[in-house]
C-alpha cells in the first residue's frame, strides 16, 4: 500500500511538473537552432554587410581602367576701363562664354590598378572567410548554450525525484503521527525538508527559463513564450586526439583561412605601394569653342563664334616620379609593417587553436573519466539509498539518517549530470574543430 502511493505521489508530481514546464512550447532541435542563428544572429549579418562592402570595393578597382569624360560650360563678365585700339582708355564691358568636353584613358599608371584589383581580391576572401569564423562562433556557443538548457533539465528532474521523495514522507509522517507512533517534531523536520526541497524545485526550473532566453538571445527570436528543445541522440562517442583535430582544424577552420589570407593581402598592398615608383601614361582628348563680346564694339554672332573658335585636341601625358616626399617609400615601409603584423597575428590564431583544442581535449578525456566513474557510485548510491529507505520504513532508521542519504543521491546525481553534460560539451567542441559538423 505504501508503495503503491509513493508511485502514485512520484508520477503525479512528475507530471505536473513536465506539463507546467513545456505547456504549448514549440520543440527545436540543435540543428534547429544553429540554422535559425546562422540567418538572424545579428554578428553573422553585421559580416555580411561588410562582404558587400568588399564586393564594392572590387568594383570600384575594376572601375578604374574605364577613361574618365568630363564637360563644363561657364560664362564671365568683367567691367572696368581699359586700353582701346586708338591707344585711349574708355569703359569696357566684356563677356565671355565657353563649353569643353574632356577624355582621359590610363593607358599605363605604373601597374597600380592590376595590383588595387588583387588587393580588393584578397581583401574580400578575407572577409567571406570572417563571415564564415563569425558563423562558426555562433555556432559554438548555441551547441554549448543548447547543452546547458538540457543540463538544467536533468538537474530540474532530480530536483522533482527529491521533492517527490520528502513528498511522500510527509505524508507517511502525518499518517504516523495521527496514530501516535512519532511526535510532531518528525513531521515538522519532514515539512521543513519538502520546503527546502520545492525550493530547489523553483530554483531549478527558474534555471531552465533563464538557459532557454540566453538560447533564445542566441537565436535573435522575437519571442521566448512558446520556446523549447529537443533531447539530443547520445551515443558512445571517441575522443579525437588534440594533434588530429589540430592538424585538421588548420586545414579548414575559418579564422585560420582569414588570417592567412589577410598575409596574402597584405603582400599585395606591399606590390601596391612600389607601385608608386613607376612612371604614369595617359591619353588626353578634348573639344571645345568660345563666345566673346567687348561693349562698344560690333561684335560677331554667337554661331560664327562657336563655329571659328571650336578646336579639338588629342595626346598624351607621361608622369615621371622623382621626388614625393618620400610618400612611396613611407608607403611600402606601411606596407611591410602591416604584412609582418598579418604574420604575427596568423602565428597567435594558431597558437590560441592549439590552446583551445588541447583544453578541450584534456577536459573532454577528464569529464569522461569523472562520468564514468560517476555511474558506478551513482549506481551504489542508489541501491543504498532504497536499503535505507526500506530500513526508515521498518523503523530501523532514523528520518536525520533517510534525509541523508537521500540528499547524498541528489549529490550525486547533480555530479554526474554535470560531468556527463561537460564530456559532451567538448568532445562536440572537438569534433566541430576537426570536422565543422554538429
Known amino acids: 500500500m505504501m508503495t503503491n502511493l509513493k508511485q502514485t505521489a512520484i508520477l503525479a508530481i512528475a507530471m505536473l511538473a513536465t506539463t507546467h514546464v513545456d505547456m504549448t512550447a514549440e520543440t527545436w532541435t540543435l540543428e534547429n537552432c544553429v540554422s535559425y542563428a546562422l540567418t538572424h544572429n545579428l554578428s553573422v549579418k553585421a559580416r555580411q554587410l561588410n562582404i558587400e562592402s568588399g564586393q564594392l570595393q572590387l568594383?570600384?578597382?575594376?572601375?578604374?581602367?574605364l577613361p574618365s569624360l568630363n564637360a563644363s560650360a561657364g560664362?564671365?563678365?568683367?567691367?572696368?576701363?581699359?586700353?582701346t585700339a586708338n591707344n585711349t582708355y574708355a569703359d569696357r564691358n566684356t563677356t565671355n562664354f565657353q563649353w569643353g568636353a574632356s577624355l582621359q584613358l590610363p593607358l599605363f599608371q605604373g601597374l597600380s590598378e592590376y595590383r588595387q584589383i588583387k588587393v580588393a581580391k584578397s581583401n574580400l576572401q578575407q572577409l567571406l572567410y570572417e563571415h564564415e569564423a563569425a558563423k562558426d562562433n555562433v555556432t559554438l556557443n548555441i551547441i554549448s548554450q543548447y547543452l546547458q538548457v538540457l543540463y538544467a533539465k536533468e538537474v530540474y528532474a532530480s530536483a522533482l525525484s527529491q521533492l517527490s521523495h520528502t513528498t511522500y514522507e510527509v505524508g507517511r509522517q502525518k499518517a504516523l503521527l495521527e496514530a501516535g507512533k512519532v511526535p510532531?517534531?518528525?513531521?515538522?523536520?519532514?515539512?521543513?525538508q519538502k520546503a527546502q526541497d520545492e525550493l530547489q524545485v523553483v530554483t531549478s526550473e527558474n534555471d531552465i527559463k533563464v538557459s532557454l532566453v540566453e538560447l533564445a538571445n542566441l537565436l535573435q527570436l522575437p519571442d521566448v513564450g512558446d520556446f523549447d528543445i529537443a533531447p539530443i541522440p547520445e551515443d558512445e562517442p571517441i575522443i579525437p586526439t588534440a594533434e588530429s583535430v589540430f592538424n585538421a582544424a588548420m586545414m579548414h577552420n575559418n579564422s585560420i583561412l582569414a588570417a592567412s589570407q589577410s598575409i596574402k593581402t597584405a603582400e599585395h598592398n606591399i606590390s601596391l605601394a612600389k607601385s608608386g615608383y613607376i612612371p604614369r601614361l595617359s591619353f588626353n582628348?578634348?573639344?571645345?569653342?568660345?563666345?566673346?563680346?567687348?561693349?562698344?564694339?560690333?561684335n560677331d554672332p554667337f554661331s560664327a563664334q562657336m563655329k571659328h573658335n571650336?578646336?579639338?585636341?588629342v595626346g598624351v601625358s607621361l608622369s615621371i616620379p622623382i621626388f614625393d616626399a618620400f610618400s612611396t617609400r613611407n608607403s611600402v615601409r606601411q606596407a611591410k609593417l602591416q604584412h609582418l603584423s598579418a604574420q604575427l597575428q596568423l602565428d597567435q590564431q594558431s597558437t590560441d587553436l592549439y590552446k583551445t583544442i588541447q583544453l578541450a581535449y584534456y577536459q573532454a578525456c577528464g569529464a569522461r573519466e569523472k562520468y564514468l566513474a560517476s555511474l558506478s557510485t551513482l549506481e551504489k548510491t542508489r541501491r543504498s539509498f532504497a536499503a535505507t529507505q526500506e530500513k526508515y520504513n521498518l523503523g530501523r532508521a532514523t528520518p536525520a539518517e533517510f534525509e541523508q542519504a537521500k540528499n547524498n543521491l541528489f549529490r550525486i546525481e547533480i555530479s554526474s549530470i554535470q560531468s556527463h553534460y561537460e564530456y559532451l560539451l567538448r568532445h562536440r567542441i572537438l569534433i566541430f574543430y576537426q570536422s565543422n559538423r554538429l
Open 59 to 65: 568594383t570600384e578597382a575594376k572601375d578604374r581602367f
Open 285 to 298: 582628348a578634348g573639344i571645345g569653342s568660345s563666345y566673346y563680346t567687348v561693349g562698344g564694339y560690333v
Open 75 to 83: 560664362e564671365s563678365l568683367n567691367f572696368g576701363r581699359g586700353l
Open 184 to 192: 510532531e517534531a518528525d513531521l515538522l523536520d519532514a515539512e521543513s
Open 310 to 313: 571650336f578646336s579639338t585636341y
